[in-house]
């Protein structure tokens, strides 16, 4: 059997970005980073009436996007929603939670304010929980191990 060799100036070159599938990679970063931060800018939007700047929503989506992009951009909004106007927010529910349980097991008394130290052990707990749930995940929703950050982790902002 004779195998013809490939024609001049058809071999693909190592580095040229097309040829070698730099090109694409790149494309579909750049595409999935302004699909979340449009998702992430058009969700707080949203929440705010449309009362903000989207330039520098844009630009805060951005700087956010390397620390979250594993989340879903709407909640991430919500959580930053909560954070800027106190609405709801998910520390102070955490919070809550972790001190009711931690006054159950006798860890604190009733009332009593969560130590810091034990408040970071809770959060640290909350987090090895998230990443074992990572394997759980829907393409557009993100995974278990994102709804338990949402939930009982620390903000990044």
């Known amino acids: 059997m004779d195998i013809t060799p490939p024609l001049p100036g058809a071999e693909s070159a190592p580095d040229d970005p097309v040829s070698n599938g730099e090109f694409i990679r790149l494309a579909t970063r750049r595409d999935a980073k302004r699909d979340w931060t449009r998702r992430f800018s058009d969700e707080y939007q949203r929440l705010h009436q449309g009362r903000v700047d989207i330039e520098y929503l844009t630009f805060e989506a951005h700087a956010v996007y390397p620390f979250l992009s594993h989340r879903p951009p709407e909640e991430c909004a ?10 709801d927010r998910f520390e102070v529910q955490a919070e809550q ?3 009711t349980l931690a006054g159950n097991i006798g860890l604190i008394n009733h009332g009593q304010p969560l130590p810091e130290d034990l408040k970071e052990f809770a959060h640290g707990v909350a987090e090895l929980c998230a990443a ?26």
């Open 78 to 87: 919500r959580q930053r929603f909560g954070f800027d106007t106190g609405a």
């Open 97 to 99: 939670k972790f001190r």
């Open 132 to 157: 074992s749930a990572e394997q759980y995940r829907h393409p557009r929703d993100g995974s278990a191990g994102d709804h338990i950050r949402a939930t009982f982790c620390a903000l990044p902002f």
